[in-house]
């Protein structure tokens, strides 16, 4: 990452107009130590091209703010939409998800010169009040793609046999996190959005749950736990494990967390040696749950993660990436967990919470509406941020999800217990 995207957003900038660019610039910031080729490739399915975060999130100023915003805007290439769409039924025909990795052209100096042609035609939007929550969503949007374009690259880099480093800084070393239980005696707590600062719309709208007394881990589940129930048989005890997930280890011969190897794992800055005291990341669902039966525990709902950590994370003015809170897009060191005593920055923590619409959720109109609706079936919510999250992204009434079977995110997992 270039020292002046760094320092552009370690302090939050003010105004709408700064922001904006200061998430710009991180995003190009993050290409600059790749070649065509590392920008370029897709290894696997769920996983896209940084050239293509890098586009996608610049077709969607263009989409939904320039076109319609700026009178007389022509799009940058008309034939470029087809290929930098995501998902967007409203917004027509794109290219499959799997064959992102198959475009070689545009090339990636041609993507920034469209990234630059579109900095600075929505420069007259940022005075304009009406386009204001637009903008605020452009940009979560461009900061969720930065961390998809850093845990993304690593898998890419991870399937190299050269496990090649994208930074070649060490990893920090941290303290041990501290033991214990946070109690909760349960009752009636509100949950969802709460405040005036922005938010997505799956985050809402607040409501009232009931909690029953349980508590909550102080600390995330480490490596040297995983490694406990990796030798006490965990991934070939049938009891530990639901039916979907039984099979899932079977027909993927999986036997420990992604990018795991004896002593080691892969990390942005190649491969290291694996620290037992920090938190075990790159792990699904259906791992989070059997290591939880097997602990004697279990997963927490995301209403109580939620209750507890409402209030913990740092304020929405308080954009810094801090190194010593987990939070590492960070000159100092690549991305890593590494245990800071906190409820968020480290790894995205699973739930036992479906992802569901709560009681009188409505999408948005248009095109807009697709952003998160659509997709509430099939998986599970998760808390926390990690350390490739953009500082000031997170917050209590955040709602991640992803399927039982995916880990390529920096996924890990708190323990709960009832009281």
């Given at each position: ?5 760094t ?5 939050r900038?003010?105004s ?12 190009e910031?993050l ?7 590392d ?10 091209p ?7 999130t610049?077709?969607?100023?263009e ?13 940058f290439?008309e ?17 499959m998800?799997?064959?992102?990795g ?27 009040e ?9 940009i979560?949007?461009e900061?969720?793609?930065?961390e ?6 690593k898998?890419?880099?991870s399937r ?22 946070i ?5 009636i707590?509100?949950?969802?959005h709460?405040s005036?600062g922005?938010?997505?719309d799956?985050?809402g ?11 909550l ?24 494990w639901?039916?979907d997930?039984?099979?899932?280890l ?26 037992p ?17 097997w602990?004697?525990?279990r ?9 507890v950590?409402?209030?913990q ?14 939070n ?17 920055g ?33 998986q ?23 399927y ?16």
């Amino acid at each position: 990452m270039s020292q002046t995207s760094t320092r552009q957003i370690f302090d939050r900038p003010s105004s709408l107009a700064d922001r904006f660019a200061a998430t710009r610039a991180v995003m190009e910031g993050l290409l600059e130590p790749l070649s065509e080729a590392d920008a370029t490739i897709q290894s696997m399915e769920d996983a896209s091209p940084a050239k293509w975060h890098a586009a996608h999130t610049t077709w969607f100023w263009e989409t939904f703010l320039l076109r319609d915003h700026v009178p007389g805007y022509r799009l940058f290439d008309e034939r470029w939409p087809f290929l930098f769409n995501s998902y967007y039924e409203a917004e027509g025909e794109r290219i499959m998800r799997g064959n992102r990795g198959l475009v070689t052209r545009p090339t990636l100096s041609q993507v920034l010169e469209w990234r630059a042609h579109v900095n600075e035609a929505m420069q007259p939007l940022m005075a304009d009040e009406r386009c204001t929550d637009l903008i605020e969503l452009g940009i979560a949007h461009e900061q969720q793609h930065i961390e998809l374009l850093l845990t993304d690259i690593k898998h890419a880099f991870s399937r190299n046999p050269l496990g090649p480093a994208i930074w070649d800084r060490q990893p920090k070393a941290r303290p041990a996190q501290q033991d214990g239980w946070i109690e909760h005696p349960g009752g009636i707590a509100r949950v969802g959005h709460q405040s005036d600062g922005f938010a997505f719309d799956n985050e809402g709208p607040a409501h009232r749950v009931l909690l029953e007394p349980f508590a909550l881990s102080r600390r995330l589940v480490t490596n040297g736990e995983w490694a406990q129930f990796i030798a006490d048989g965990g991934y070939k005890d049938h009891r530990l494990w639901l039916s979907d997930a039984w099979a899932w280890l079977d027909r993927c011969n999986i036997s420990a967390p992604l990018y795991w190897r004896e002593g080691e794992h892969f990390t942005h800055a190649g491969w290291q040696e694996r620290d037992p005291d920090a938190p075990v990341s790159h792990i699904s669902y259906y791992e989070a749950d059997a290591f939880a039966s097997w602990a004697g525990c279990r997963l927490p709902t995301e209403f109580e993660w939620e209750a507890v950590a409402r209030g913990q994370d740092a304020p929405e003015t308080d954009q810094r990436f801090d190194a010593a809170a987990g939070n590492q897009l960070d000159t100092a060191a690549p991305p890593l967990p590494v245990g800071t005593g906190e409820l968020f920055g480290d790894v995205w923590q699973f739930t036992r919470s479906g992802y569901l619409p709560y009681p009188r959720f409505k999408p948005a109109e248009g095109a807009v509406g697709e952003y998160n609706g659509k997709f509430m079936a099939g998986q599970w919510v998760l808390k926390g941020a990690s350390c490739v999250t953009v500082r000031g992204h997170s917050r209590a009434s955040y709602r991640n999800f992803f399927y039982p079977q995916q880990r390529w995110q920096f996924t890990g997992l708190r323990l709960a217990k009832d009281l």
